[in-house]
């Protein structure tokens, strides 16, 4: 038998006795064995390594530069710092890349072993599946960036004279998600239902299903809204979308059929949606999640996301956009567009700014910090200013003041806005996971990142069921969604307001970008688009507020075609001949 090495996790003293998640563990260190693979501990650290290679696009996910949430490359949000290529005129490409073949050669070995590993047949199965699972979640991590890739299924060894074996050529997409398909199906057959307390984060047959229905109504999109092109190499042929669309709804009704449940544990709509994604313990609606432990599995999202007087260093990063805000409806159903001036076109005065908001979706209050929020025991104080006889008057800086002894007050607000330095540049910051108590340092917090969960479930089946003409089902899904947030319910449905609803329930939660890639609507909501600010002004004669919308201190932003792909690494074209570039590169 070939011997591979095997890393050995610090998780292994009580791998099977810990309630940590299997996403939750580091190396520490490299042996080689050939009994490894008798070993279910041994076999268990192999795998954690395989999770933990896994791209769920996590907290700790970063493009372009610092700090770099996919957020800030999208419609709903844009990027506070002035560094950065986030802020440039034309949306990166070549910048959310994962060509994960070293990782794909691992479970290669995995697969490879196991079925010769002297364990029990149960468990082997169980494996077996395991890995499957997890090989289909690299393949979808390449497929959705890249289009077709080679698919290979055995470890790949270099004999010295055998290279033109090992220079695999892409596969066509339709060929890759099909493979997942494939490999999903395997995963789902041998999988439990759900584990025991000690290994409750492993992936389960709904983690799989999951997976199938989030990845097939990708390929659907794909195959309705795409051109192919390169022989099929990316693209998929139109007449095969509904094939996908429909393993996509059946998968999605599995799983609600299977006794998950929307997070409902508080009355306070706001409030139960902030603590859905904070709380693990006592969630029906999660179905696969990553587990952070301070202070060994970390991540810096407070650190890098605080409100400017909230902060421990850096802070402000991701400022959601007026457009997301007022994409939040009001609990009635009506149009989210905020009311800053009444019918005759006279600016409405507010005593308390914040009021402004009243009456909006729950989960808005739930995901973004507006002008005024209380936060933190304190209040996200964002004013753009003074407004003094019609004369606004504003400062480059938090300092400066107006007036004079016990009347002076700080010009703009503790938190903003400014258009230099890093303070918001929309009057918002974000909420949704936030640590609602406590300033976090660099490094230490450790709120779940929920990889799925029954509302984007939800939220699938309702659109490949509209994409399939089944709109009573999307209907009935859609307002699941919308009576848990406490809104009011749709009467009808279309692809427009499923859309919308995915855009405001799954807001930062790394969804938005590649569903605008995979609608192909990024090259028209993104095409020269100037976002807009919300600015609040304290009136100095009356002490209250009114607001302007203004643009935002940021650059237009545009999403060119070629950037629905990822290009192949060039390095891998000049040892792989046979790997053809995508369009535009």
Same mark, same amino acid.
């Given at each position: 038998?070939?011997?591979?090495?095997?890393?050995?996790?610090?998780?292994?003293?009580?791998?099977?006795?810990?309630?940590?998640?299997?996403?939750?563990?580091?190396?520490?260190? /490299?042996?080689?064995?050939?009994?490894?693979?008798?070993?279910?501990?041994?076999?268990?650290?192999?795998?954690?390594?395989?999770?933990?290679?896994?791209?769920?696009?996590?907290?700790?996910?970063?493009?372009?530069?610092?700090?770099?949430?996919?957020?800030?490359?999208?419609?709903?949000?844009?990027?506070?710092?002035?560094?950065?290529?986030?802020?440039?005129?034309?949306?990166?490409?070549?910048?959310?890349?994962?060509?994960?073949?070293?990782?794909?050669?691992?479970?290669?070995?995995?697969?490879?072993?196991?079925?010769?590993?002297?364990?029990?047949?149960?468990?082997?199965?169980?494996?077996?599946?395991?890995?499957?699972?997890?090989?289909?979640?690299?393949?979808?991590?390449?497929?959705?960036?890249?289009?077709?890739?080679?698919?290979?299924?055995?470890?790949?060894?270099?004999?010295?004279?055998?290279?033109?074996?090992?220079?695999?050529?892409?596969?066509?997409?339709?060929?890759?998600?099909?493979?997942?398909?494939?490999?999903?199906?395997?995963?789902?057959?041998?999988?439990?239902?759900?584990?025991?307390?000690?290994?409750?984060?492993?992936?389960?047959?709904?983690?799989?299903?999951?997976?199938?229905?989030?990845?097939?109504?990708?390929?659907?999109?794909?195959?309705?809204?795409?051109?192919?092109?390169?022989?099929?190499?990316?693209?998929?042929?139109?007449?095969?979308?509904?094939?996908?669309?429909?393993?996509?709804?059946?998968?999605?009704?599995?799983?609600?059929?299977?006794?998950?449940?929307?997070?409902?544990?508080?009355?306070?709509?706001?409030?139960?949606?902030?603590?859905?994604?904070?709380?693990?313990?006592?969630?029906?609606?999660?179905?696969?999640?990553?587990?952070?432990?301070?202070?060994?599995?970390?991540?810096?999202?407070?650190?890098?996301?605080?409100?400017?007087?909230?902060?421990?260093?850096?802070?402000?990063?991701?400022?959601?956009?007026?457009?997301?805000?007022?994409?939040?409806?009001?609990?009635?159903?009506?149009?989210?567009?905020?009311?800053?001036?009444?019918?005759?076109?006279?600016?409405?005065?507010?005593?308390?700014?914040?009021?402004?908001?009243?009456?909006?979706?729950? =989960?808005?209050?739930?995901?973004?910090?507006?002008?005024?929020?209380?936060?933190?025991?304190?209040?996200?104080?964002?004013?753009?200013?003074?407004?003094?006889?019609?004369?606004?008057?504003?400062?480059?800086?938090?300092?400066?003041?107006?007036?004079?002894?016990?009347?002076?007050?700080?010009?703009?607000?503790?938190?903003?806005?400014?258009?230099?330095?890093?303070?918001?540049?929309?009057?918002?910051?974000?909420?949704?996971?936030?640590?609602?108590?406590?300033?976090?340092?660099?490094?230490?917090?450790?709120?779940?990142?929920?990889?799925? =969960?029954?509302?984007?479930?939800?939220?699938?089946?309702?659109?490949?069921?509209?994409?399939?003409?089944?709109?009573?089902?999307?209907?009935?899904?859609?307002?699941?969604?919308?009576?848990?947030?406490?809104?009011?319910?749709?009467?009808?449905?279309?692809?427009?307001?499923?859309?919308?609803?995915?855009? /405001?329930?799954?807001?930062?939660?790394?969804?938005?970008?590649?569903?605008?890639?995979?609608?192909?609507?990024?090259?028209?909501?993104?095409?020269?688009?100037?976002?807009?600010?919300?600015?609040?002004?304290?009136?100095?004669?009356?002490?209250?507020?009114?607001?302007?919308?203004?643009?935002?201190?940021?650059?237009?932003?545009?999403?060119?075609?070629?950037?629905?792909?990822?290009?192949?690494?060039?390095?891998?074209?000049?040892?792989?001949?046979?790997?053809?570039?995508?369009?535009?590169?």
């Amino acid at each position: 038998m070939n011997r591979y090495k095997i890393l050995f996790l610090v998780a292994i003293i009580g791998i099977t006795t810990s309630c940590e998640d299997y996403l939750d563990r580091s190396p520490l260190n /490299v042996v080689s064995d050939d009994d490894v693979w008798s070993d279910p501990n041994a076999i268990d650290a192999y795998m954690v390594t395989l999770y933990d290679n896994m791209q769920v696009e996590d907290f700790n996910y970063s493009v372009i530069a610092q700090a770099g949430f996919l957020s800030t490359v999208t419609d709903i949000a844009v990027r506070s710092y002035g560094w950065g290529a986030q802020n440039d005129p034309i949306v990166p490409s070549n910048s959310y890349g994962w060509w994960g073949y070293g990782n794909v050669r691992n479970v290669n070995v995995f697969l490879n072993q196991i079925e010769t590993a002297n364990v029990d047949e149960n468990l082997k199965n169980r494996y077996l599946a395991e890995g499957h699972f997890i090989r289909a979640f690299y393949y979808f991590s390449m497929v959705k960036r890249y289009g077709g890739v080679p698919i290979i299924t055995e470890p790949q060894e270099f004999t010295g004279d055998n290279i033109s074996e090992l220079q695999v050529p892409r596969a066509t997409e339709k060929e890759v998600y099909d493979f997942i398909r494939e490999e999903l199906n395997l995963a789902i057959s041998n999988l439990p239902e759900s584990y025991g307390t000690a290994e409750q984060y492993r992936a389960t047959k709904y983690t799989a299903l999951a997976l199938m229905s989030r990845s097939m109504l990708y390929a659907g999109s794909v195959g309705k809204y795409s051109d192919v092109q390169l022989n099929g190499l990316v693209g998929i042929p139109s007449q095969d979308a509904d094939t996908y669309f429909k393993y996509a709804m059946e998968a999605s009704e599995e799983i609600i059929n299977a006794g998950f449940s929307l997070y409902n544990q508080s009355d306070d709509k706001a409030e139960n949606f902030q603590n859905l994604f904070l709380d693990v313990e006592n969630n029906s609606e999660i179905i696969f999640a990553k587990i952070f432990s301070s202070p060994d599995k970390t991540h810096s999202y407070d650190f890098f996301n605080a409100p400017q007087s909230f902060r421990v260093d850096y802070g402000n990063a991701i400022n959601p956009t007026l457009s997301l805000v007022e994409d939040y409806e009001y609990i009635d159903g009506s149009s989210g567009e905020l009311k800053i001036k009444d019918d005759d076109g006279n600016p409405i005065h507010f005593d308390n700014p914040y009021d402004l908001f009243e009456g909006k979706d729950p =989960r808005f209050f739930a995901t973004i910090l507006a002008p005024f929020s209380p936060w933190q025991g304190g209040t996200v104080e964002v004013r753009a200013g003074i407004l003094d006889n019609g004369e606004y008057i504003t400062a480059s800086n938090l300092t400066d003041t107006y007036g004079s002894g016990a009347e002076a007050v700080s010009i703009v607000g503790k938190d903003g806005p400014l258009t230099t330095w890093d303070p918001t540049k929309t009057g918002f910051y974000v909420k949704k996971s936030m640590n609602p108590t406590d300033r976090v340092n660099y490094g230490r917090s450790d709120q779940p990142w929920i990889v799925f =969960r029954l509302g984007e479930i939800l939220l699938n089946h309702a659109e490949a069921a509209e994409e399939l003409g089944q709109s009573d089902k999307a209907l009935t899904s859609i307002n699941k969604i919308r009576n848990r947030a406490g809104i009011a319910e749709l009467e009808s449905v279309d692809i427009a307001k499923i859309r919308h609803e995915r855009k /405001v329930e799954l807001a930062f939660e790394n969804h938005r970008f590649w569903d605008i890639r995979r609608w192909r609507t990024a090259t028209e909501i993104l095409n020269n688009t100037q976002f807009e600010a919300l600015y609040p002004w304290l009136n100095w004669n009356s002490k209250d507020y009114t607001f302007t919308i203004v643009d935002a201190p940021k650059n237009t932003r545009t999403f060119l075609e070629k950037t629905y792909y990822e290009p192949i690494p060039s390095g891998e074209i000049e040892k792989n001949p046979n790997l053809i570039q995508n369009p535009g590169y």
